[in-house]
């Protein structure tokens, strides 16, 4: 991807980096490609005395990807990717059953210094989603606006700015129609090994948390991870185990 990336794109570093991996549940992964081609990845997830769990299956042609994913409860999400279809051009379309109103289609083009994507609901008076990103060299401001074309009304209007460097990262987004405004700073501090991570974070509800990775064999991870209400010491910390396997 080319250019300063997709508005999406602004808080999505910071927000991986602070909840992506984090579990607090038991969870296993096992992900398998096969000799067609196809890419296979089953998740089981223990919560409380209830286990859930989904498959979800990949599978590439020249410029097109295929993703489709079964969950325990039969839903069924799919999504196709055309890559290039028009020079610097993505087209994606998405659809998720048994809600046959979900389906939608996006359009994203990237340049150099700008971005953006259009996208619209499959339906009779669709949702109207549009997005654009302009920067350069690590700097990045945004905007987006959702228009309800039942209702003739925006049903969202946000803008973001972002700033990423080698080793820290600061997004800041105004949400929620102009009544939000939410920041995120991420430091990076040197590796343990190239094998381990270790991550901490503290929100402004002060909720402290804290993940453990480790890469036990190629492809295989196992992630140990931890929260706590600093306010209140006496709830029970919540822990999370997670094993991903690939061969």
């Known amino acids: 991807m080319r250019g300063p990336g997709l508005f999406s794109e602004i808080r999505k570093k910071g927000k991986d980096l602070l909840r992506k991996d984090y579990s607090y549940d038991q969870k296993i992964t096992f992900s398998s490609p096969t000799k067609t081609g196809v890419g296979l990845t089953t998740n089981a997830v223990k919560k409380g005395g209830l286990y859930i769990g989904d498959i979800a299956s990949q599978y590439k042609y020249k410029n097109t990807t295929f993703d489709v994913k079964v969950d325990t409860e039969s839903n069924v999400s799919s ?56 920067g350069s060299q690590g700097i990045a401001f945004g905007a987006e606006a959702a228009f309800d074309t039942s209702s003739g009304t925006f049903t969202k209007y946000n803008a973001g700015l972002s700033l990423k460097k080698p080793d820290y990262i600061v997004s800041i987004l105004l949400a929620d129609k102009g009544d939000t405004l939410r920041a995120c700073y991420v430091h990076h501090l040197s590796e343990l090994d190239s094998l381990t991570s270790v991550k901490t974070k503290l929100n402004n509800g002060r909720k402290f948390g804290a993940l453990f990775q480790h890469q036990l064999r190629p492809n295989n991870v196992l992630t140990i991870s931890g929260e706590f209400d600093t306010k209140s010491l006496d709830k029970k910390p919540r822990f999370g185990l997670a094993l991903a396997l690939k061969p």
Do not use: C, R, W
């Open 79 to 134: 999504t196709v990717t055309l890559e290039e279809f028009l020079p610097f051009t993505k087209a994606v379309g998405t659809l998720k059953l048994p809600d046959n109103s979900s389906g939608k289609l996006e359009v994203q083009y990237f340049h150099d210094h700008a971005s953006v994507a259009g996208a619209v609901g499959l339906k009779q008076s669709p949702i109207v989603d549009l997005s654009a990103t302009v």
